[in-house]
């Protein structure tokens, strides 16, 4: 009776795991070319400083940020305010290509800044401002939460 | 040693057994060189486009950098094999009859703006494969010579804000002072000098793009499906139904609230 030789079977099934292996690394080197863009381009072009100047203007004009009303448009202050709102949309599309805009208060009655603020509590009228932010990778909104400057108290 | 059933040799043939091996062998030369040679060139083509279109992205973003970042010069080493990168210089392509935008801006049917933009390339053009891409008015296209048809690799920014209604626009140009070829590796020297022009319409109205195309380079596909599917707006532009004459521009419309328009020029200055 013949016997079957197997002592070589080891080079078959290391043949079919370089295969396999091959098999792998040819997915890895074909995913490759899809990489470059994203990661590049995310991490360079985030505009975190971009979102913090706009925000610590806002924050440091604070409460002199001038009230605008429904009720008497074209007032001195709503040209003031409309004025300083369409620098900040010139500079935010001419330096960094992004939209900027904001508000002060949700519409009430007529008025987009009332004197009670959105919020307050016992020691300050709170005013919510909303800021807008897009560049067309990055759109961050938010709402702040402003407390009123009062001097007397 | 081995059991053997029989010890008799007397039926096997030195010669016949020569013969099924050397045509074993050269059956399997043949195969190789027949099939397998050709499947090799193939992968070695493919793989020369592939990287191609990431060359012509990473120069995308170089542009991208320049118009966006507020960066003057940029420069680039890549290496091009399996065919040649062409720089087409914008004022050329319009003597040429190449592709181009206009742009219209219509308030209350007053037409506020309106203007023309050849936008000029950077094109590789693969000489064994079929592949062309190109980099135009800040987008990578890529098409397959003698077929219609084209794609969108890699998209320019415009954007659409929602909240505010504003649709923003790029418009990029490509200059260079001769034309310029390159094949095998190279640098790319790009500078942004000129600074960018900006029209920015306040009151709402309907934009309208028109694309004319260059009927032996034609990307109306890659555009339309940029332009009608949801990568500006979510809804995308509304498309004119295409006349089918060659030469009439794929038109797109699409109601803001505010337009905003920049043009950038970016020179080659040498590859």
Do not use: C
Not at chain 1, 29 to 44: C, D, I, K
Not at chain 2, 11 to 20: C, D, H, N, P, T
Not at chain 2, 110 to 118: A, R
Not at chain 2, 131 to 158: F, L, Y
């Amino acid at each position: 009776m013949e016997t079957l030789n197997d002592e070589g079977q080891w080079i078959v099934m290391m043949g079919f795991l370089v295969a396999i292996g091959m098999f792998m690394l040819a997915i890895v080197v074909s995913q490759a070319p899809l990489v470059g863009q994203t990661t590049a381009e995310s991490v360079m072009e985030f505009p975190k400083n971009e979102i913090q100047d706009l925000r610590g203007k806002l924050v440091s004009m604070g409460s002199t940020l001038p009230e605008i009303s429904l009720e008497t448009p074209d007032s001195d202050q709503e040209t003031l305010q409309n004025r300083f709102r369409e620098d900040m949309a010139l500079l935010s599309m001419s330096r960094n290509n992004a939209i900027a805009n904001y508000s002060v208060d949700p519409l009430y009655n007529g008025k987009y800044w009332y004197d009670s603020g959105t919020y307050g509590d016992v020691f300050y009228k709170y005013h919510q401002i909303d800021i807008h932010y897009n560049n067309g990778v990055t759109e961050y909104s938010e709402s702040l939460l402003l407390p009123q400057w009062d001097p007397e108290g | 040693m081995k059991t053997r059933i029989r010890e008799d040799e007397s039926g096997v043939s030195e010669a016949i057994g020569f013969i099924l091996i050397f045509t074993i062998v050269i059956l399997g030369i043949s195969i190789v060189t027949l099939y397998g040679y050709p499947v090799l060139a193939d992968a070695k083509i493919n793989s020369d486009e592939k990287i191609m279109e990431q060359n012509m992205i990473v120069l995308q973003n170089d542009i991208k950098i320049l118009t966006r970042n507020n960066v003057p010069y940029r420069d680039t080493t890549i290496g091009v094999s399996g065919g040649s990168v062409f720089v087409t210089n914008s004022t050329a392509s319009e003597n040429a009859g190449g592709e181009y935008f206009t742009l219209t801006y219509d308030v209350n049917n007053i037409i506020t703006f309106s203007d023309m933009y050849y936008p000029g390339s950077l094109e590789f053009v693969s000489d064994e494969g079929t592949a062309v891409v190109s980099i135009s008015n800040g987008a990578v296209v890529k098409r397959q010579q003698d077929q219609e048809g084209s794609a969108m690799v890699s998209d320019p920014r415009w954007f659409y804000d929602e909240s505010e209604g504003t649709l923003v626009i790029f418009m990029t140009n490509i200059t260079s002072s001769q034309s310029m070829t390159l094949g095998g590796i190279g640098t790319i020297q790009m500078a942004m000098l000129k600074p960018p022009v900006v029209h920015d319409f306040p009151d709402s109205g309907t934009v309208e793009i028109d694309y004319f195309p260059n009927p032996d380079d034609d990307y109306s596909r890659a555009w339309s499906n940029y332009l009608t599917g949801p990568y500006v707006k979510q809804e995308g532009f509304s498309m004119d139904t295409p006349t089918g004459n060659p030469g009439d521009p794929d038109i797109y419309r699409l109601d803001v609230d505010r337009l905003v328009i920049k043009e950038y020029t970016v020179e080659i200055l040498g590859i």
